[in-house]
């Protein structure tokens, strides 16, 4: 059994680690990143106006603030129209990313498809949201290959006396140029909707994402490749932007009145999903706080406080990674979460969620009741009621192997390590 998990290891440190961490410094794959992990605060301003709603809720003399919700997490798709390629040329070690970022947004700004009236250009709002992040991407995207392969261009010598920012000026006219003409021709004069075609196109992943075998693919392979060594950070780049477009469809939804059109959105995975983060590492956490084994004891200790904020690096990479004992059991509740919030949700007997919450750091199970409530109090109970159970006779393994290992089951066994 060993020599087996050793093979899979070397096979997976050797070859599919290291081309999954390779893939993470392509500059495409790590400016997206970079551009969704800039949105995070202004998703948590918009979580503060969830939070304040509940207390409004109770005393409605208060003032209605869901314009700063508006203009916060209403804007990621035009945050995102500067982030995006701005970040790329960053990592490509292009000088002109200010100009790039700026030149991203404009052509944002033409795909969304305004209408031309004769007080000028009008604008949806709900455009430059959530959902218009898949387009904000491709824009950026396109916006980066223009100004690629204009890098190498210069009106000027190299021993030109003209400042360095007159040149900037001079040498990213063509660029610029270049993608704002495409947009006007292909928008504005060929009158193609470029926004709605794109956002139908990724429409059907929205779909795939909402549906139980694309939901468990979304959580259960970051799930495995974190158990693994490699961060799931690695995948926020697909799913952060189709989380939170579902999402904002399910709050365009709700507001009018209509059915929760998706179930994967942003705010599942800290209320449901990730108990104590990504495979629910909260009740494993408690067991080793309560463990016979000093040392299990000890990290119990250490881990407790990141643990109870779903921070779970410590735990995971501390005792879990390539740990046959313990990853197994990551893997079993992330499928058991999932399978009992997707069965809840489709009966009716939790509400998707519909409000902005993405504050994850907050303790379970606030985050479930601020998406879904008392019934979504009650589900997160169970899925953590559940997770304990599959977590528990994996951890009394482990414990017995920890003990061997530092010689106390030679000392008396459990009476002498009743915790502390």
């Not at 004891?297 to 313990?326: D, H, Q």
Request: overall charge positive.
């Amino acid at each position: 059994m060993n020599n087996y998990m050793d093979k899979i290891m070397a096979f997976v440190e050797n070859n599919l680690s290291a081309k999954l961490q390779g893939a993470t410094k392509n500059a495409y794959i790590s400016g997206l990143q970079s551009a969704v992990s800039k949105t995070i605060p202004m998703i948590f301003v918009s979580s503060i106006i969830t939070i304040y709603n509940i207390i409004r809720n109770f005393a409605p003399f208060l003032p209605n603030l869901s314009a700063i919700s508006n203009y916060s997490f209403g804007l990621i798709g035009l945050f995102m129209g500067f982030l995006v390629p701005f970040y790329i040329l960053e990592k490509k070690e292009n000088k002109n990313k200010y100009i790039g970022g700026l030149t991203g947004l404009a052509l944002y700004m033409m795909t969304v498809n305004p209408t031309v009236t004769d007080a000028g250009y009008v604008y949806n709002f709900t455009s430059f949201g959530a959902g218009g992040m898949f387009v904000a991407i491709i824009a950026g995207v396109f916006v980066v290959f223009v100004f690629s392969c204009f890098k190498k261009f210069t009106v000027f010598g190299e021993d030109s006396a003209m400042p360095d920012f007159c040149k900037e000026w001079f040498d990213t006219l063509l660029p610029i140029f270049t993608v704002i003409f495409a947009g006007w021709f292909v928008i504005l004069n060929c009158k193609i909707d470029l926004y709605s075609i794109l956002v139908n196109v990724f429409r059907p992943i929205l779909d795939i994402s909402s549906t139980y075998i694309g939901m468990l693919l979304m959580l259960l392979i970051p799930t495995i490749f974190y158990t693994m060594g490699i961060s799931g950070w690695i995948f926020s780049p697909i799913f952060t932007p189709i989380q939170n477009t579902a999402l904002a469809a399910n709050i365009e939804a709700w507001a009018a009145g209509q059915p929760l059109p998706f179930i994967y959105t942003a705010g599942l995975n800290p209320g449901y999903l990730k108990l104590g983060g990504q495979g629910n590492t909260l009740p494993l956490n408690y067991f080793f706080l309560f463990s016979k084994s000093k040392r299990l004891r000890s990290l119990g200790k250490a881990f407790l406080v990141p643990g109870l904020l779903n921070i779970n690096e410590p735990i995971i990479f501390g005792t879990i990674v390539w740990n046959p004992i313990l990853m197994i059991p990551c893997w079993i509740t992330a499928i058991v979460n999932l399978t009992m919030t997707y069965l809840a949700m489709r009966m009716g007997l939790v509400l998707a969620p519909h409000v902005t919450m993405g504050m994850w750091y907050l303790p379970v199970p606030i985050p479930a009741i601020l998406v879904g409530g008392i019934p979504g109090l009650i589900l997160c109970l169970i899925n953590l009621g559940l997770d304990a159970f599959i977590w528990y006779p994996f951890f009394k393994v482990y414990e017995k192997k920890v003990m061997a290992e530092d010689g106390e089951l030679e000392m008396g066994k459990e009476s002498r390590y009743v915790s502390s």
